[in-house]
């Protein structure tokens, strides 16, 4: 079964530290990795998309994720972490072989201390 | 730039009433989708649309059902409202064109409250 895990519930990071958001995934065939953020009331706002190519993938608002296919892995990351980045990321996988739907993790609430 | 709107922000309703909750984007998009995410469990996908008057179901299809009539507007009626489905409902689109690797994009979202 297709499957996406977000191992951590929160992560809490000072700012102007480097962060990092985990994700790891189960898919048939190649798989096609999507990060999104969502802001307090707000709806899910595209970060970035890994399909085919370069293993790291830059986004929107300085995020950027490493794709590994040995680890199965699509960790996010920033390299100084700004207090406006507290918000709650999701993680979503599509297998190669399935149709337009989308596997979604749990998400994790990412807090930025001043 | 995209944009999924999305008919309330904020809903109250009581059990047994029966709930429209309608979305609109503005570009041309083939596939439009309903969410409804709890915490702790992301988001679980009710129904999509690849086409006008098309649907399949998602994961959680029961006690929902859907209606196209129209590209630009995918409308997702309860039809008989219960507790357990007070939860935050998203609407999604994306380009198609069986394409598999579009993005999505979302509307701000309805937060359902039954009583």
């Known amino acids: 079964a297709q499957s996406v895990a977000q191992p951590e519930d929160q992560v809490n990071v000072a700012e102007g530290n480097p962060l990092t958001v985990k994700c790891t995934y189960s898919?048939?065939?190649?798989?096609?990795l999507f990060w999104y953020v969502q802001y307090p009331n707000r709806g899910l706002q595209f970060l970035l998309k890994?399909?085919?190519?370069d293993n790291l993938v830059k986004g929107s608002y300085g995020f950027e994720a490493e794709f590994n296919k040995s680890q199965t892995s699509f960790h996010l990351k920033k390299p100084s972490a700004l207090v406006s980045d507290s918000a709650l990321y999701f993680c979503?996988?599509?297998?190669?072989?399935?149709?337009?739907?989308?596997?979604w993790g749990a998400g994790t609430k990412l807090i930025i201390k001043p | 730039d995209v944009k999924v709107t999305q008919s309330s922000r904020y809903l109250v309703k009581r059990t047994g009433e029966k709930v429209f909750l309608e979305c609109v984007q503005d570009?041309?998009?083939?596939?439009m989708f309903w969410y409804r995410q709890d915490p702790g469990l992301g988001l679980r996908l009710i129904y999509f649309?690849?086409?006008?008057?098309?649907?399949e179901k998602g994961d959680i299809p029961e006690g929902y059902s859907v209606s196209r009539e129209k590209k630009e507007r995918f409308s997702l009626i309860l039809e008989s409202a219960s507790t357990n489905q007070t939860s935050m409902y998203l609407c999604?689109?994306?380009?198609?064109?069986?394409?598999?690797?579009?993005?999505?994009?979302f509307g701000p979202g309805t937060r359902l409250t039954v009583l």
């Open positions: 898919v048939s065939g190649n798989p096609y």
């Open positions: 570009m041309d998009h083939e596939n």
């Open positions: 979503a996988v599509r297998g190669g072989d399935s149709n337009y739907q989308l596997i």
């Open positions: 649309s690849y086409d006008v008057k098309m649907k």
């Open positions: 890994y399909i085919t190519g």
């Open positions: 999604a689109s994306s380009l198609g064109s069986g394409r598999t690797t579009d993005t999505q994009y």
